[in-house]
C-alpha cells in the first residue's frame, strides 16, 4: 500500500513552471495561495524534489493560523510531514523546510547516498534509504504509509513530478493555469523527464472540475488508472 497522491502546481500559459534558469516566478495569486494552504493542511504529508529546495528553500509549512489551529484540534502536528527526494544527500542543513515550523521532516535518499551528508541530516529528519543509484519512489511511499501517512501532496519539481507520473504513482492533480507566457525551450515544465514513447503509456486523466481563479484557471483532474496499491480515495482532515 501507499499514500493517496495528490499533485499540485502551478503553471503559465504556455506550461512552465519557471524560467529556464529556474528562478521561481509569482504565476498565481491570493485565492489560489488560499486553496493551497487548504490542500497542504489537509494533506498527512508534502513531498519535493531537491532540485526545489534548491532553488526555491522552501519551508512547506501552513500558513494560515487558523488551519494550523485547525490541525493542532484534531491532535495533529501544525505542519504535514514535510518530504524530500534527495538521492545523494544534498539537502542542506539549514533548509528552511528543516528549520521552520514545528512537525517532522523525511528525507528519503539512495545507498549511494554520502553517509557523511546523511548522518548530518538525520539530526534534523528521518531518512529513508529506498532504491540503489536514485530514490526508488513505489518504497519510499510504501515506507511512508507504514508511518501513517495516507494523504501525500507534491508540490514538485517538474522532475519528481515525471517519475511520479512515469510509474503510476499519481491519483489526483489540481492545476492553475496563470495569463502569463514564459517561453523558453530549457523552461522546466510540470513533467519534464524523457515522456512516453508510445501513446498506450500515456496517464489519461478525467476533469473534475475547471474554474476561474484569480487572473487564470484551476483545472482539477483525476487519474483514471492509478497503481500500486493507492488508497481509493483521499482522507482529509474533515472527514
Known amino acids: 500500500m501507499r499514500p493517496y497522491v495528490t499533485v499540485n502546481f502551478a503553471m503559465s500559459a504556455d506550461g512552465k513552471l519557471s524560467t529556464a ?5 509569482k504565476i ?16 498527512d504529508a508534502i513531498m519535493v524534489g531537491i532540485g526545489t529546495v534548491l532553488a526555491d528553500d522552501p519551508s512547506l ?16 502536528d501544525e505542519n504535514p510531514v514535510r518530504v524530500v ?16 515550523g514545528p512537525g517532522k521532516r523525511v528525507i528519503g535518499c539512495s545507498r549511494t ?11 534534523y529528519a528521518d531518512i529513508i534509504v529506498a532504491g540503489d543509484d536514485k530514490v526508488d519512489l513505489g518504497g519510499l511511499l510504501g515506507s511512508l504509509f507504514r508511518t501513517g501517512i495516507k494523504t501525500l501532496m507534491v508540490e514538485g519539481g517538474g522532475t519528481l513530478l515525471w517519475s511520479l507520473f512515469e510509474e503510476g504513482l499519481v491519483d489526483e492533480m489540481f492545476q492553475f493555469v496563470g495569463n502569463i507566457v514564459i517561453g523558453g525551450s530549457e523552461s522546466p515544465t510540470p513533467a519534464d523527464g524523457t515522456g ?22 484551476l483545472l482539477h483532474w483525476k487519474v483514471k488508472r ?5 488508497p481509493s480515495s483521499p482522507e482529509t482532515l474533515g472527514e
Not at 534558469?21 to 516566478?25: D, K, N
Not at 491570493?30 to 493542511?41: I, S
Not at 527526494?85 to 521552520?100: C, I, N, Q, W
Not at 512516453?196 to 484557471?217: C, H, K, N, W, Y
Open 21 to 25: 534558469e529556474r528562478r521561481q516566478v
Open 28 to 43: 498565481s495569486g491570493p485565492a489560489d495561495f488560499l486553496r493551497v494552504d487548504r490542500l497542504k493542511a489537509e494533506s
Open 61 to 76: 509549512t501552513v500558513k494560515s493560523e487558523e488551519l494550523r489551529r485547525w490541525r493542532s484540534s484534531l491532535g495533529k
Open 85 to 100: 527526494v534527495d538521492s545523494t544527500g544534498r539537502t542542506p542543513p539549514d533548509a528552511s523546510l528543516l528549520r521552520k
Open 113 to 123: 547516498a554520502d553517509p557523511v551528508a546523511t548522518g548530518r541530516l538525520a539530526r
Open 196 to 217: 512516453f514513447l508510445l501513446e498506450s503509456q500515456f496517464t489519461r486523466m478525467e476533469l473534475i472540475s475547471s474554474a476561474p481563479l484569480d487572473e487564470g484557471v
Open 226 to 230: 492509478a497503481r500500486d496499491g493507492a
